[in-house]
């Protein structure tokens, strides 16, 4: 048996459109023995990506989320407040954690807090984020999800877009409070412990960024398959130092089980 971390987003589907196969080639890593863990750098709730995984019709696999990885950069002891998607402040209080939903603060001062956690939302504001930067800037420790630059969505008309990422908001942050973060989410630390810690040692990493995806596979000492389905063109490819270089999932599972 190999255990295979497979990415969501670029892999699975492209916004929010299944990529063809990739349901099929999951059912043919378990059916071989295999285990599947699905890990993604949304920061939520796992059982989202569940649902949407169903609806895709993909056999039930784990998911693991970034925002699992920063509540476990948490934990009892911890006050926290909390700016991003809104089960993101109910997986941090999940740790032990106290937490402050920064979508709730009344007025302009931040509240005393250790932490900041920041996560990718879509109603993002420049207000909201200077309240989170005064609490950073006041010595608070900055905890980001992930540092995804981009985040790929669908427009109407069929064309993927890539919109900037939770990378983007954090460089922001970074910039007004003149401190730097901390990130949690693939490929950083607290990601490849958590995914250690649950499953055991990982064999393959799948992915569509050299940068998340590949780099989680070298601190989990496990191989790396690129699929061109998502952020990364085919003419970068050569420069991903990925063991495996396909189309798509169907093209990874084919080339390593032949199958």
Not at 65 to 79: D, K, L, R
């Amino acid at each position: 048996m190999t255990r295979w971390v497979v990415d969501l987003d670029g892999v699975m589907w492209q916004g929010t459109r299944p990529i063809p196969g990739s349901a099929q080639a999951v059912d043919t890593l378990l059916a071989a023995g295999h285990q599947v863990v699905f890990c993604t750098n949304f920061a939520a709730a796992p059982d989202e990506k569940r649902a949407l995984l169903d609806r895709h019709g993909v056999a039930d696999a784990p998911v693991v989320t970034a925002a699992e990885a920063a509540a476990a950069m948490c934990g009892p002891g911890t006050t926290a407040l909390v700016l991003g998607v809104a089960d993101l402040a109910g997986i941090i209080a999940a740790s032990g954690a106290e937490v402050i939903d920064a979508r709730a603060v009344d007025g302009p001062s931040a509240p005393d807090v250790d932490t900041v956690v920041l996560g990718a939302h879509e109603d993002w504001d420049r207000g909201r984020l200077g309240l989170v930067a005064d609490a950073v800037r006041s010595g608070a420790r900055f905890i980001v999800t992930n540092d995804d630059p981009t985040f790929p969505v669908s427009w109407p008309d069929g064309t993927l877009r890539l919109l900037p990422g939770c990378g983007a908001l954090a460089a922001s942050v970074e910039v007004a409070s003149g401190r730097p973060a901390i990130y949690a989410g693939k490929p950083h630390p607290s990601m490849a412990a958590l995914l250690t810690d649950r499953f055991g040692a990982v064999d393959w990493v799948v992915g569509d960024q050299p940068s998340t995806d590949g780099r989680l596979a070298g601190a989990l000492d496990a191989r790396f398959a690129l699929v061109l389905t998502g952020a990364t063109p085919a003419e970068r490819a050569a420069d991903a130092g990925a063991d495996v270089v396909a189309d798509d999932l169907a093209a990874v599972v084919h080339a390593v089980l032949g199958a």
